[in-house]
Every structure is written in structure tokens, then in C-alpha cells.
């Protein structure tokens, strides 16, 4: 059992989720971030804004929920994502050359990677050349202990089969949903059930865990040793954003606590549903 408080830093982007009546804030490895700390993580977000109403605004949430942010300042505009929701489920317009593809190596941030417990990072941040170099950069600076989680979260056309395959290089920890396993197989060139796809990629990458999840059916964690199914539960759904990222971070900080990998499964299956219940990706935990 750890005694301190883990230490976990979410690094991409941070952005508006523009729904058609409301936005939230969110950027994957950020609700990483955000569920981590609501459960009792200390939690950091690297990413950037722009020098404008929404950045500024974006900035407050992160201090009221108590997301410590090295957030750089640039000269683009901070991101946004205009969400569209069909029976729940979202649909994506990512806008292209913001603050967060353009977020610089700091002294800050490279001080919080090297003793933090957990990194969470994705695909979609590393979509401009200049991101991409500098997050490749900090990730070699994390502390080589920390669980490296990549949810490879695939968006629109912003991925490719090198890019995929260098942060699998940067990770021990791979997060997979049923959709992207389709888009996956070819790109790595990986034949067989998903069971033995997830086995091939926890070979061929060296990971700790590997994390396969299929919305409202089912999800599996596996590890060496170990495979841990649970079905999804029923619950009704407000919207999914953010739930997938809430899976993320209860697992990631039940297993920083000491818990077991069946423990730490059950603990994002119950999170993440409760997730769904609630509106956008940062909902107040009320339990």
C-alpha cells in the first residue's frame, strides 16, 4: 500500500467541449486528471491556452477544481471541440492550429514528470509537429517508474501507424476501445481474436497492463498473469463524454493505493458509469 499521495499529471490537450446549449471544459488527458484528483490524487495538467476570454475562463475551472496547471500561454487561440450528441452518444469537430498544438517544454513541467506516478497522454495532441516534439520530449523525462497510460483515442484523421507505434514505445500502460481495435489491426498489421491482439500488443510493447473496453457491453484488463473481465452496468446515460477518461484515472489511481487489478477493474467500471449518468466530462462526484 502507497503512503503518499500519487502524484499524476495528464499531458495534451485542454480545450472547450462546445455542446449546442452549454460547454464544458475537457481534453482527454485533463479529465484524466480531473477524475484522479476528485478521487484524491494530486493531479497536474501540461497543456496551453490562448491569451483569450475562453483561456482565461478555462484556467478558473482547473483552480476550482483543484487541478494544479502548468499551462503555458500562447499566441493561438485556446482549443475547442464542438460536440454534437445523437441518442448520447458524441460526435467531434476538432478546430485545428490552437494553444495546445503549440505546447512548449517548461523547467515546471519537466520537474512535476520526473517524480510523478502516473502520465497520462493520448494521439490527438500530438497532431502538430510542434506538440508532438515537445510532449515526445517530456515523456522522456517522466520518471521511469511511473505508469506511462496511453488511451490512444483516435479523432478524426489525426493519427497514423508511426505516431501510433512511437507512443506504445512511451508506454506501459495501453488503452484500447472496440471501435479503434478495428482501425488498430491494420495499421500495426495485428491478426487473431482481440484477446490475442491484446496479447500480441502486450508482447510486442512490453506493457504492464492492457486495457480493452467495449462501451456498454463489457471490459477487460489484461496483465501477465491476470485477465479481468466485468460486464458494463446498465445505467441511463446522459452522455458518454469523459467517461472513458474517468475508467482512466480510477484505475490508474486505485492500483497507485495498493489495490489489486480486479479491485482497481471494478473501480472504473463503477466510475465510469457513473459518469454516463451525468452531463460532460467534469461532473461533481456526489458520493
Partial sequence: MQNKTPIVVGLG??????????????GAPINFVYHATSLGA????????????????????????SINGI?????????????????????????????WDHIPVTDEAL????????V???????????????????????????LKFYDVNLRQNYYSADLIDTLLKHANVFKINIDEMTVIRPLLGLTGSDE???????????????????GEKFSIIYTDDEVSYFDTPKVKVADTVGAG???????????LTGKSVREAHKKAVEISAFVCTKEGAWPKYDF
Wanted: aromatic content about 10%; hydrophobic content about 40%; some cysteine.
Fill in 13 to 26: 490537450e485542454l480545450l472547450w467541449d462546445v455542446f449546442p446549449n452549454t460547454k464544458k471544459a475537457g
Fill in 42 to 65: 494530486r493531479g497536474y495538467a501540461v497543456s496551453a491556452v490562448g491569451d483569450d476570454e475562453l483561456g482565461h475562463e478555462i484556467l478558473t475551472e482547473l483552480k476550482q477544481n
Fill in 71 to 99: 499551462i503555458a500561454t500562447t499566441q493561438f487561440p485556446t482549443g475547442k471541440v464542438l460536440v454534437k450528441l445523437t441518442n448520447g452518444m458524441p460526435e467531434y469537430e476538432i478546430v485545428e492550429n490552437v494553444a
Fill in 111 to 118: 520537474a512535476v514528470l520526473k517524480q510523478a506516478d502516473a
Fill in 120 to 146: 497520462c497522454f493520448g494521439t490527438l495532441a500530438l497532431r502538430h509537429p510542434e506538440s508532438r516534439e515537445n510532449i515526445l520530449k517530456m515523456l522522456e523525462y517522466a520518471n521511469p517508474d511511473a
Fill in 196 to 214: 490475442e491482439v491484446c496479447k500480441e500488443l502486450m508482447r510486442r510493447y512490453n506493457l504492464k497492463y492492457m486495457i480493452f473496453t467495449a
Fill in 245 to 255: 477518461d474517468s475508467f482512466s484515472a480510477a484505475f490508474v489511481y486505485s492500483i
